[in-house]
């Protein structure tokens, strides 16, 4: 109960957090807070968003992938490539995610059957997938795609101010906080991420768990391609370069454990949104895309450092309770 407790008062702090980004953003410009502007915000991290639950479920049983942005680029690739090549638009998507599948199936397979580390596979797979995307597109970009869809891109549900892939992403958010957290798959999860020898011995099948998360991290980096591809109406070698850094930032940031065993949707999205906001609110007032950088970076190395240094004063202050109460005669 005390880590549950914990997590809900990270993700108080998050939501907190998400509050002062609005109210510091509002002051920054007067037209940050404006609906135009917010709707506009929230589409251009959508494509993280979408990778960050992948992602969650993934660093949750204690494994990482660092491939998920290279992916997106292959598979944006891939659709880019097959529509010019005259392919129908529904079978060139189709392609592009059997593309994501495969390309998690890959990494996968190197973790849970070579025993690999998926650090170690996924930082060689981002340079292997993005250089395939290269190969097949080299610095040309394939542009002119059908305005039907690339009005999924950047449209809006009819009537709002809701960006479209923005309304897909709380439908599947709200999906994968109902399978983490309110079925025996994700309590296995927490199980396999919290100790795996232990659940093999519990019966768990920890290989195949893992070979599913990377083959769906796979799929959802192709989603996000899709979505970016329309989004920007260009399908690019070099789409959604760097993006891993704030996928996994926002995973870290919303409380995931990056040992495993902890975690939840809830706290990924609205890290998800902070990273968003905080990016939006320098962006509007013409910060440089170096300076954007070094936020991000300083958000991945305090996601780190703020648990771990919480955990140890939370240690220290039980070890000083317990000599407390040794010394009580």
């Not at 506009?40 to 990778?51: D, G, I, P, Q, Y």
Request: one cysteine or more.
């Amino acid at each position: 109960m005390k880590g549950v407790r914990g997590l809900l008062g990270w993700e108080a702090t998050l939501l907190a957090l998400v509050a002062l980004a609005l109210l510091g953003g509002g002051l920054l410009s007067p037209d940050f807070l404006t609906g135009q502007n917010l709707s506009f915000l929230t589409a251009n991290f959508s494509e993280v968003a979408l990778m960050v639950l992948s992602m969650t479920l993934l660093v949750v049983v204690a494994e990482i992938d660092l491939s998920v942005a290279s992916m997106l680029g292959l598979c944006s690739a891939v659709l880019g490539v097959l529509f010019a090549a005259g392919v129908p638009m529904p079978l060139a998507i189709l392609a592009a995610f059997v593309t994501g599948a495969l390309a998690g199936l890959f990494n996968g397979l190197l973790v849970t059957r070579l025993g690999l580390p998926s650090l170690a596979v996924t930082i060689g797979t981002l340079a292997l997938y993005r250089g395939l995307a290269y190969v097949l597109l080299g610095d040309r970009a394939i542009a002119e795609f059908p305005a039907a869809y690339t009005n999924f891109g950047f449209g809006t549900l009819p009537g709002t101010l809701i960006p479209i892939p923005i309304a897909l992403f709380a439908v599947l958010a709200a999906l994968f906080a109902v399978v983490l957290h309110a079925t025996p798959f994700g309590r296995s999860l927490y199980a396999i991420g919290a100790n795996a020898v232990a659940a093999r011995f519990a019966g768990l099948q920890v290989e195949r768990v893992k070979l599913r998360l990377f083959v769906l991290s796979g799929l959802m980096s192709a989603l996000a391609g899709v979505v970016y591809t329309f989004r920007f109406a260009s399908a690019r070698g070099d789409n959604a370069t760097g993006f891993e850094l704030s996928v996994i930032a926002a995973v870290l940031l919303g409380g995931v454990s990056i040992f495993g065993g902890r975690g939840s949707v809830v706290g990924a999205v609205l890290a998800v949104f902070l990273i968003g906001l905080i990016n939006g609110a320098l962006t509007i007032v013409d910060v440089s895309n170096e300076i954007l950088t070094i936020v991000t970076g300083l958000l991945l190395i305090g996601s780190v450092l703020v648990p771990n240094l919480l955990g140890r004063f939370q240690s220290f202050r039980q070890r000083r309770r317990r000599r407390g109460d040794a010394a009580v005669p």
